[in-house]
């Protein structure tokens, strides 16, 4: 019996203190982290500024904190385990922390310093481009970044190897254009553009170049030559729209062709972007369409290099030759009619250019006129501020 009550006592005892103990609060293995957020511009963030998204990666787990005025955060009660740190400006992650492990204790620090980061993110990228990478950023390169720069060490070399043939091949297309061998020309300069579809002056080269080769040719292979020039010309402004230079010679090309509309077209968009060299534009038309035989077309073109440059004195002359073709003989008298503003065109060549090239011819053109010829003679060779030599007036009856 003695023993009996002695085991039930010790069992009351026991199961006094198996109470006793599990009655006791069971405390939580919990850690904190801290930071702070730097921004772009090597000044601490604001309040809110930055969200700090805490992710945790061993088992499910996500938390978040904002900054506050100094651009701090603060977070406590994270379960013991291996963390992701983000942090997010404007819904987008400016830079992240992975593999943060809490502890108990003291708070893990986590800094985040945007400015620094898009320093080193920069000269990471120049590093990238120009395939100088010290050993430190290599060891910090992600296994992308490698492969990334890899390909673009790949790319510069092959860029660099093309660059070389391409040079050459235009150098040498523009050697052979020089000395007027415009089959090796047009070779060279073909190998150029497939090398660099995108280059303007190398299609502009190349139509200059087939312009050359046509004038050789005849039939079908002057055909074919003034359309591959055509051709050439029409890439160049595709690729540079706003270069007067080529719709010059592009219609100058066409008026080759004997595609006289278009070329006027192309001549009157030139002198649209290049007010100031209109007058040259309509001027070469004209001389292009003169040894086309087209007189009219020339006529007009002439007129109006004369509008766009009422200075040109060249357009002045051409203009009158083609006003002196109009020109209308009596049966009776055999007396010549000129039109009107034939004798003014070669008077405004004189006073523009009274000792031009054409002077002579133009002098001329006005005795067989009837008309007063007038011209003015400035001496090269007097000193600045003598008075010119008179004017000469002289008439033909």
Request: proline share 4%; net charge positive; hydrophobic share 40%.
């Amino acid at each position: 019996m003695k023993n009996l009550v002695r085991n039930l006592v010790g069992l009351s005892a026991s199961l006094a203190l198996f109470l006793s103990l599990s009655s006791a609060p069971v405390l939580a293995q919990t850690g904190a982290i801290e930071g702070k957020v730097i921004g772009a511009d090597g000044k601490p963030v604001g309040k809110d500024y930055a969200v700090i998204k805490i992710t945790r990666t061993d088992i499910k787990g996500n938390y978040q904190v904002k900054t506050n005025k100094k651009g701090e955060f603060f977070h406590a009660g994270l379960p013991l385990g291996t963390y992701n740190v983000a942090c997010e400006i404007d819904g987008k992650v400016a830079d992240q922390v992975n593999g943060v492990r809490m502890r108990l204790g003291d708070p893990v620090p986590v800094e985040f310093n945007l400015a620094r980061m898009a320093a080193k993110q920069q000269e990471m990228q120049k590093a990238m481009e120009t395939g100088k990478v010290t050993e430190e950023m290599a060891r910090d390169m992600s296994p992308e970044q490698k492969a990334a720069m890899e390909k673009r060490a790949k790319e510069q070399a092959e860029a660099m190897k093309k660059n070389k043939e391409l040079n050459d091949a235009f150098n040498g297309g523009m050697e052979a254009l020089k000395a007027g061998n415009f089959p090796a020309a047009v070779e060279s300069l073909e190998k150029a553009a497939a090398l660099d579809a995108k280059q303007h002056v190398i299609y502009g080269q190349l139509a200059e170049a087939y312009g050359g080769l046509a004038k050789g040719k005849t039939g079908a292979e002057l055909e074919a030559a003034n359309t591959k020039s055509l051709e050439a010309f029409a890439k160049a402004i595709e690729l540079k729209p706003d270069d007067a230079a080529y719709y010059n010679n592009y219609g100058l090309a066409l008026a080759r062709a004997k595609q006289f509309d278009k070329a006027q077209e192309a001549l009157n968009k030139a002198a649209q972007l290049n007010p100031t060299g209109a007058g040259q534009y309509f001027y070469n038309l004209g001389a292009l369409l003169v040894n086309a035989g087209q007189q009219e077309p020339a006529g007009a073109a002439f007129k109006k290099a004369i509008e766009a440059d009422p200075n040109y004195a060249e357009a002045h002359y051409q203009y009158g030759i083609y006003l002196t073709g109009k020109a209308q003989v009596d049966a009776k008298t055999g007396k010549m009619t000129f039109p009107e503003g034939t004798a003014e065109s070669f008077q405004k060549y004189l006073e523009l250019k009274p000792d031009g090239a054409n002077a002579l011819s133009a002098k001329g053109m006005l005795e067989t006129m009837g008309q007063t010829l007038t011209t003015t003679y400035t001496n090269p060779d007097a000193k600045k501020g003598a008075p010119a030599k008179g004017s000469t007036t002289k008439k033909k009856n």
